[in-house]
Antibody, heavy 119, light 113 residues
Framework: EVQLAESGGGLVQPGGSLRLSCAAS????????MSWVRQAPGKGLEWVSV????????YYADSVKGRFTISRDNSKKTLYLQMDSLTAEDTAVYYC????????????WGKGTTVTVSS | DIVMTQSPDSLAVSLGERATINCKSSQNILYNSDNKNYLAWYQQKPGQPPQLLIY???TREPGVPARFSGSGSGTDFTLTISSLQAEDVAVYYCHQYYSTPVTFGQGTRLEIK
């Protein structure tokens, strides 16, 4: 069974940092691009970042560019999101999604991990 | 960026009746080289992640009930639930995966009348 499991969320102060992880199983991880998508409380879905299967290319939403870094370790079948200079506007549930990209249908999502930025 | 606009924002339909949700993209998302519309529909129930229902505008994901169907091309798309069931109460999102950044509609909340 294809599964994604996020971890690493929590409460962080404004200006702080957090690293999210997404553990994948049930598919050949390195064959697929992976994305992070977030959902602020009571709001809709916002794509955050995508990384290619090899990890050779990545793209970011303007709202996080320069503050967030996506990466992956294909040997560990794990996706990461390093989040720096966090603000209250980054408070959200963060989902990882398989093959959510230009040309990809985003068929599997994790259950999400909650990030709260507050003093 | 391609802006996706859904209508209505919320919808109340009686059990067994038809529900229709519309989605309009700010740019054409039909790719001429493969004649495919890069449009998906997701269902999100409270406290759960989004679940893929439809991709390529009209292809049902395996396991999705046949009462869900998608239609449209170019810039205008529709998700139809032919006979609403209680378990269909959710928020529905359209999503374009034609270009980066991929984007989502604002969501349509579907309730039972």
């Amino acid at each position: 069974e294809v599964q994604l499991a996020e971890s690493g969320g929590g409460l962080v102060q404004p200006g702080g940092s957090l690293r999210l992880s997404c553990a994948a199983s049930g598919f050949t991880f390195s064959n697929y691009a992976m994305s992070w998508v977030r959902q602020a409380p009571g709001k809709g879905l916002e794509w955050v970042s995508v990384i290619t299967g090899s990890g050779g290319a990545s793209y970011y939403a303007d709202s996080v560019k320069g503050r967030f870094t996506i990466s992956r370790d294909n040997s560990k079948k794990t996706l990461y999101l390093q989040m720096d200079s966090l603000t209250a506007e980054d408070t959200a549930v963060y989902y990882c999604a398989k093959d959510l990209r230009s040309g990809g249908k985003g068929d599997v999502w994790g259950k999400g991990t909650t990030v709260t930025v507050s003093s | 960026d391609i802006v996706m606009t859904q209508s209505p924002d919320s919808l109340a339909v009686s059990l067994g009746e038809r529900a229709t949700i519309n989605c309009k993209s700010s740019q054409n998302i039909l790719y001429n080289s493969d004649n495919k519309n890069y449009l998906a529909w997701y269902q999100q129930k409270p406290g759960q992640p989004p679940q893929l229902l439809i991709y390529w505008a009209s292809t049902r994901e395996p396991g999705v009930p046949a009462r869900f169907s998608g239609s449209g091309s170019g810039t205008d798309f529709t998700l139809t639930i032919s006979s609403l069931q209680a378990e269909d109460v959710a928020v529905y999102y359209c999503h374009q995966y034609y270009s980066t950044p991929v984007t989502f509609g604002q969501g349509t909340r579907l309730e039972i009348k």
